[in-house]
C-alpha cells in the first residue's frame, strides 16, 4: 500500500472513530446525571410513602434521630439559607470590587500575578476551611460578641464567603474584560473618570455576567459541606440570629452518613429527601443563572 492511500485511509478510520469517542464521553455526563436523579427519585419516593410530603414541606421541626421524631425541613432549610445569605454579603461585594480592580486598575503585570493567586483560593481543601474558621474565626466572633458560641452560623458563613470569592472575581472579571475597548474610550473622550467608567460603562454592560457569577455564588454556597459542619454545629435550629448553632441541608447528610442508620429506616430514605431537596435548589438556581445571562446578555 501506497503511503499515500495509507495516509488516507488512517484519515478515514479516525474520521470514523472521533465521532463515537467524543459521543461517548460527551454521554458520561448525561448518564451519570440521570443515574442520580433516578437514586435519589427512588429513595426520596419510598421515604414519602412512609412520611407524608405535606409534613415534610411545612414541618418546623427537625428531629429524626431523636423521639418523638419529626421531619420539617424548614430548620434545615432555614440554617442553609443563613449561611447562604452570609457568605454572599461577604463574597460579592469582596469578588466584585477584586474584579473591578482587575479589569480597570490593575497594571497587566499586576494582573497576571494577581488573578492566579485569587484562584489558587478555590483549590484549598474545605476542610482547611473549617478548620480555619473553628480555630481562628470563631474565636476573634466570640471576643467581639459574647454571645457566641463555640459552633455559630456567622463564622461558618464567613469563611464560606471567603471561599466562594474567588469564582465571583474571576467570572465578573472576564465579564468586564469581554466588554469593548471602545466603550471606555468614549467614555474617556466625554471627560469621565476611570471609576465612573467602571460604575457606569462597565458594570451595565456585564451584568449579565456579573449576576450569573453571583447566582452561580449562591448555588456553591448552598452545597458547601465540610466548613459548614465543622463550624457551623448540628443543631437544626430555625432562627435568624447568625451567633446560634445550626444544622444545614449538607451537614445533615454527613451527620447521618457517618451513623449506624440502618438501610431502608425512616431515618436513611431522609438523606436521599434532603438530597433531593438540595438538587431541586441547586438546579432551579442554574436555570435563573442561565436565564439571566440569557436575557441580559449584550452582543457587541
Sequence with gaps: MQPAQFKNKRKSVMNMIMPVVLFLCASVSVLT????VVTLLTETIDFFKKIPLWDFLTGTKWSPLIAPKSFGIWPLLSGTLLITVIACLVAIPIGLASAIYLSE??????????????????????????YFALSIVTPIIQQVFSSAGVFNALSAGIVVGIMIIPMVSSLSEDAMSAVPRALRDGAYALGATRFEVALKIVLPAATSGIVAAAVLAFSRAIGETMIVTLAAGSTPNMTINPLESIQTMTAYIVQVSLGDTPHGSVEYGSIFAVGMTLFVITFLLNMIAQFVAKKFREEY
Excluded: D, F, N, S
Excluded at 446525571?33 to 442520580?36: H, K, N, P
Excluded at 497594571?107 to 476551611?129: C, W
Design 105 to 130: 486598575y490593575a497594571p497587566k503585570k499586576v494582573r497576571k500575578v494577581v488573578k492566579p493567586i485569587l484562584e489558587v483560593l478555590a483549590g484549598i481543601p474545605t476542610i482547611v476551611y473549617g
Design 33 to 36: 446525571t440521570i443515574g442520580i
